[in-house]
Nanobody
């Protein structure tokens, strides 16, 4: 059972990136999927979440209106579309999957927002 986050990179302020979260060993569609991020010297922060039950979504205040989480059931992948990126969005982003009280973590992907 493994989750893999991808899609990070270097982007200029105001730019966009799309992160992907895919799984091996289980079906992502049955799990609530979320994203955390951790910037250097800072605590881990919950960024976004999408429910497996009704597709409802959650965003932390600092990314509302800029980030969008979505699920592609055919590809069994969850995306985090990040627009209007700011320097303070620089962090390692991790996806995780929740089901029945069990949480699985993926390896992170680094997002650097810099000119």
């Amino acid at each position: 059972v493994q989750l893999q986050a991808s899609g990070g990179g270097l982007v200029q302020p105001g730019g966009s990136l799309r992160l992907s979260c895919a799984a091996s060993g289980f079906t992502l569609n049955y799990y609530g999927i979320g994203w955390f991020r951790q910037a250097p010297g800072k605590e881990r922060e919950g960024v976004s979440f999408i429910s497996s039950l009704d597709g409802s979504t959650y965003y932390t205040d600092s990314v509302k209106g800029r980030f969008t989480i979505s699920r592609d059931s055919d590809k069994d992948t969850v995306y985090l579309q990040m627009n209007s990126l700011k320097a303070e969005d620089t962090a390692v982003y991790y996806c995780y999957g929740d089901r029945a009280g069990v949480r699985y973590w993926g390896q992170g992907t680094l997002v650097t927002v810099s000119s």
